[in-house]
């Protein structure tokens, strides 16, 4: 069983920065893959980034290429996004998800990953 907190999220305005949160509780923490997903009101949940176990390869969404970053640190089972240039149709819930299986993260929000967080808000003012 693994748990997903979130944290990092708030209000910041248009070309702004925030970095998000995501710790794990469990000794398997490095044997999933990790991503960010992110729901806006009104709208399905979608893809934002994703990282491999071993923090080798990372995957973007188009509209996230060059201004997120994500990151793993396995010693603190910590994921991390790292958002610049924030604009305000980034405004969403934001989740983390783990999975063992690449494809089923990838191909997430369905079928759903294995594991979801919470949740944590960011709104981005104009």
Do not use: H
């Amino acid at each position: 069983q693994v748990q997903l907190v979130e944290s990092g999220g708030g209000l910041v305005q248009a070309g702004g920065s925030l970095r998000l949160s995501c710790a794990a509780s469990g000794r398997t923490f490095s044997l999933y893959v990790m991503g960010w997903f992110r729901q806006a009101p009104g709208k399905e949940r979608e893809f934002v980034a994703a990282i491999s176990w071993n923090r080798v390869t990372t995957w973007y969404a188009d509209s996230v290429t060059g201004r997120f970053t994500i990151s793993r640190d396995n010693t603190k089972n910590t994921v991390y996004l790292q958002m610049n240039s924030l604009k305000p149709e980034d405004t969403a819930v934001y989740y983390c998800a783990a999975d063992r299986d690449l494809g089923r993260l990838r191909a997430a929000p369905v079928p759903a990953p294995e594991y979801w967080g919470q949740g944590t808000q960011v709104t981005v003012s104009s």
